[in-house]
């Protein structure tokens, strides 16, 4: 499963981008495979997995903030894994050239 | 202004990659700055810019799809640029380390 | 908390409306304050609530589509509840006037 | 085509809901026709009409905040209109019972 988050923290006195790193740690610090990017960051496990750590950096955030919005997307597609790099690979070989992945691919 | 767009097309016999990979096409043919992802492709400009190419993109997809869902998250800050990279970077600056960008810091 | 969902299966025989409509019947069966809407479901509960009626929902519709996308976004705000209605009858109340809300307010 | 439209402003001195009225009263002010919710308004129009009135709403927001986050979900759906009710009633139909839509069925 892969999915997408990002947090928009409200209500807060710090700057936003020392509460979304701390949020990036808590990603970064766990088993997961994950991508940051500027609009977010991109985790591939499973269900549990990926709520998990959401929560963590939900309730990290909150802890500085009175309101969070968090926005989630899920790509749950029956029996694939190690889609992060996969995914965008497939879309720039249907292309037939290469596509800009800032790395990625 | 940074936008990160996901299409979703159902009621299609082609598959999906096929339809994304005419949209990517769209976007990498622009003069805009963008990023693809598994999770759908960021991209870089002034709203004008940004809409245009969405509509273009959604079109494309809409001639091979009964239906379009088109996921559109903007951020829109003042007095800033070229952030598609740097808001990954400051991020990983707040951090004090190395994150995973695939390449992108 | 409240929650916003909404699913997009693909790769599916059968008619989009009845899975969606599988995953409403799994909501409507919860113990929690629901509204469902063109555009998705909105959802308030905990944490917990939300995501396990999320993950049934997606499970549900995953027994018939190879594909599932859900998009959630959630608006956790400090020490407020009843906020399904509240919310929209605060901004009513800013706005000065009536506004079309279908009858939620 | 609909839209389901939320913005979370940042940087503000004012409460959000002041901003989120200033919004809402710039959609109910135009010809569409639209539903407020806790979590976002839907709109139904044409592309054109849909994006002018998410421009002017940022943009009015973004007199007061020094950044404003958008998300826009819309779904294009070939051949079909009055799609704001008309969505939610078809589920409610497959479902076989009543379901709470807040007064919109």
């Not at 808590?26 to 750590?53: C, F, H, K, P, R």
Request: aromatic share 4%; hydrophobic share 40%.
């Amino acid at each position: 499963m892969l999915a997408h988050v990002s947090f928009v923290p409200t209500g807060t006195g710090e700057e936003l981008k020392e509460l979304l790193a701390r949020a990036a740690k808590i990603i970064a610090g766990s088993e997961l495979n994950y991508q940051l990017t500027s609009m977010g960051t991109i985790i591939e496990g499973d269900w549990d997995e990926i709520v998990t750590i959401i929560k963590k950096c939900q309730d990290e955030i909150g802890h500085s903030a009175e309101r969070v919005v968090t926005n989630v997307v899920i790509d749950d597609r029956q029996g694939l894994d190690n889609r992060l790099k996969n995914n965008a690979l497939e879309i720039e070989y249907a292309v037939g050239g290469e596509l800009e992945t800032n790395g990625l691919t």
